[in-house]
């Protein structure tokens, strides 16, 4: 049974940071590129950032040089460092793991940035 689970998100004031995980289980992770997606009210789903299997990271425009992307292939787990974060950043974030046709998501994480 594949299952992602995020961490708990919560609220943080501008500026500042959180660390986002997903752990995962039921497939093998190694071999699956991750990802991060966020949805905000009103607004599609979007990409903020994913590692491929072999390590490589790419990030949205709007995060480049605040959140980071990285994996731990021993632990089955992908985290997204957000840094200098700003309102705009309230969403709902959702773990995602793709190889081919396999595309599974987690259940999702709120995020609020407010002061």
């Known amino acids: 049974q594949v299952q992602l689970v995020e961490s708990r998100g919560g609220l943080v004031q501008p500026g500042g940071s959180l660390r986002l995980s997903c752990a995962a289980s039921?497939?093998?992770?190694?071999?699956?590129?991750m990802g991060w997606y966020r949805q905000a009210p009103g607004k599609q789903r979007e990409l903020v950032a994913r590692?491929?299997?072999?390590?490589?990271?790419n990030y949205a425009d709007s995060v480049k040089g605040r959140f980071t992307i990285s994996r731990d292939n021993a632990k089955n787990t992908v985290y997204l460092q957000m840094n200098s974060l700003k309102p705009e950043d309230t969403a709902v974030y959702y773990c995602?793991?793709?190889?081919?046709?396999?595309?599974?998501w987690g259940q999702g994480t709120q995020v609020t940035v407010s002061s």
């Open positions: 590692v491929s299997a072999g390590g490589s990271a």
């Open positions: 039921g497939f093998p992770f190694s071999i699956y590129d």
């Open positions: 995602n793991a793709n190889r081919r046709d396999w595309n599974y």
